[in-house]
């Protein structure tokens, strides 16, 4: 995509969705796991996470930490906090819509960028700590739903397996272990 190779051009896409979506991720969620969405912002969001993911790939670590291009390092947390709390919402609230193959691209797009912000993250930090627990998460609730076996807490912890913290991971890795993907 050489729409990725204009750094103006992913801002201005960033601020249109964020705009209208920047109350509630939840909202942009809710459209993104209706297979027929009318929401205009949802391809938007698509074009944006798909050219976006693609130019992070090549950003050095001066661009992104000293120049600070194409976002700033608060704009890189606010994109990460945005589709980090989308596809929580998406895969805990709309679970069963993510056996729609449409859907589950929609998911996977976001999800390609968000696994590059959050090993960019890991490498050389430009969040606090915590930072990647999605505010909706309970632990608790998850640890709960994967001793019960349910499919959400599985995808979850697949999908963002950051929302659990490490100690919390420890104790729920034997039922963890035993579930089986149900997608």
């Given at each position: 995509m050489s729409l990725c190779c204009f750094p103006d051009f992913l801002s201005s896409l960033w601020k249109l969705v964020y705009t209208e979506h920047s109350q509630s991720s939840r909202t942009l969620a809710r459209n993104m796991a209706t297979e027929q969405t009318t929401d205009p912002f949802v391809p938007l969001l698509l074009?944006?996470?798909?050219?976006?993911?693609?130019?992070?790939?090549?950003?050095?670590?001066?661009?992104?930490?000293?120049?600070?291009?194409?976002?700033?390092?608060?704009?890189?947390?606010?994109?990460?906090?945005?589709?980090?709390?989308?596809?929580?919402?998406?895969?805990?609230?709309?679970?069963?819509?993510?056996?729609?193959?449409?859907?589950?691209?929609?998911?996977?797009?976001?999800?390609?960028?968000?696994?590059?912000?959050?090993?960019?993250?890991?490498?050389?930090?430009?969040?606090?700590?915590?930072?990647?627990?999605?505010?909706?998460?309970?632990?608790?609730?998850?640890?709960?739903?994967?001793?019960?076996?349910?499919?959400?807490?599985?995808?979850?912890?697949?999908?963002?397996?950051?929302?659990?913290?490490?100690?919390?991971?420890?104790?729920?890795?034997?039922?963890?272990?035993?579930?089986?993907?149900?997608?």
């Open positions: 074009l944006f996470c798909s050219c976006f993911g693609q130019y992070f790939v090549v950003l050095s670590d001066s661009e992104i930490y000293e120049q600070e291009q194409p976002f700033s390092l608060k704009q890189l947390g606010t994109i990460g906090d945005f589709v980090n709390s989308m596809l929580f919402n998406i895969i805990w609230n709309h679970y069963d819509e993510l056996k729609n193959a449409t859907v589950l691209e929609r998911v996977s797009t976001c999800h390609g960028l968000l696994i590059l912000l959050h090993e960019r993250d890991e490498r050389k930090r430009y969040t606090a700590t915590k930072f990647w627990t999605p505010k909706d998460a309970s632990p608790a609730a998850i640890i709960a739903e994967l001793k019960a076996g349910k499919g959400r807490a599985h995808k979850i912890t697949d999908f963002i397996p950051w929302v659990l913290p490490n100690k919390k991971k420890e104790k729920s890795t034997d039922c963890h272990s035993a579930l089986i993907p149900l997608l």
